[in-house]
T-cell receptor, first 115, second 110 residues
Framework: GAVVSQHPSRVICKSGTSVKIECRSL??????MFWYRQFPKQSLMLMAT?????????EQGVEKDKFLINHASLTLSTLTVTSAHPEDSSFYIC???????????FGPGTRLTVT | SQKIEQNSEALNIQEGKTATLTCNYT??????LQWYRQDPGRGPVFLLL?????KEKRKERLKVTFDTTLKQSLFHITASQPADSATYLC?????????FGQGTELSVKP
């Protein structure tokens, strides 16, 4: 149980375009999902907390107009990287927490390359 | 705010030995502390959670300790196998969010 999927697993896009990444909790409902970014050889950096039915909460230094988050249902959150630039190239990972637990279950990640 | 420190140097051990990884936190004791495993190019996988009132927790070959006096958690893998080679991340909860350490890379040689 507690499986989280992400799609796509890998995406290459041109500079200036937008990319949408989906995160789904497959066998549980998640009122809260989290989006992280990870650069090579570094730890996970929390970008934002996605709350179902309300606006996401962004961490300091993360541009909310650039990284659009939508949590439309209890099993789906999306992250859209708008007007992507090469410096946005990174590994993006989502996670979700089942009700009444503290551990987070992570998706397999999405490798974004902006050319 | 809380800082999580893990040994950034890779840990190399021989198959069959016990691997011990360290996680130190700097400020207040978290209500609970978690350990995750991450393989290259993959998302982290939850391993164990230990609460501040628990001194030790076990799961198969894994053991986690939590010392609130030392502000430290130790993560042990007994009878290590090459398949245990991965990066292990320590994380603590802060206001509903997880704060991660930078991880320690473990390499188990046959």
């Amino acid at each position: 149980g507690a499986v989280v999927s992400q799609h796509p697993s890998r995406v290459i896009c041109k500079s200036g375009t937008s990319v949408k990444i989906e995160c789904r909790s497959l066998d549980f409902q998640a009122t809260t999902m989290f989006w992280y970014r990870q650069f090579p050889k570094q730890s996970l950096m929390l970008m934002a907390t996605s709350n179902e039915g309300s606006k996401a909460t962004y961490e300091q230094g993360v541009e909310k107009d650039k990284f659009l988050i939508n949590h439309a249902s209890l099993t789906l959150s999306t992250l859209t990287v708008t007007s992507a630039h090469p410096e946005d190239s990174s590994f993006y990972i989502c996670s979700a927490t089942p009700a009444r637990t503290y551990e987070q279950y992570f998706g397999p990640g999405t490798r974004l390359t902006v050319t | 705010s809380q800082k999580i420190e893990q040994n950034s140097e890779a840990l190399n051990i021989q198959e069959g030995k016990t691997a011990t990884l360290t996680c130190n936190y700097t400020n207040y004791s978290p209500a609970y502390l978690q350990w995750y495993r991450q393989d290259p190019g993959r998302g982290p996988v939850f391993l164990l959670l230990i609460r501040e009132n628990e001194k030790e927790k076990r799961k198969e070959r894994l053991k986690v300790t939590f010392d609130t006096t030392l502000k430290q958690s130790l993560f042990h893998i007994t009878a290590s196998q090459p398949a245990d080679s991965a990066t292990y991340l320590c994380a603590v909860n802060q206001g509903g969010k997880l704060i991660f350490g930078q991880g320690t890379e473990l390499s188990v040689k046959p």
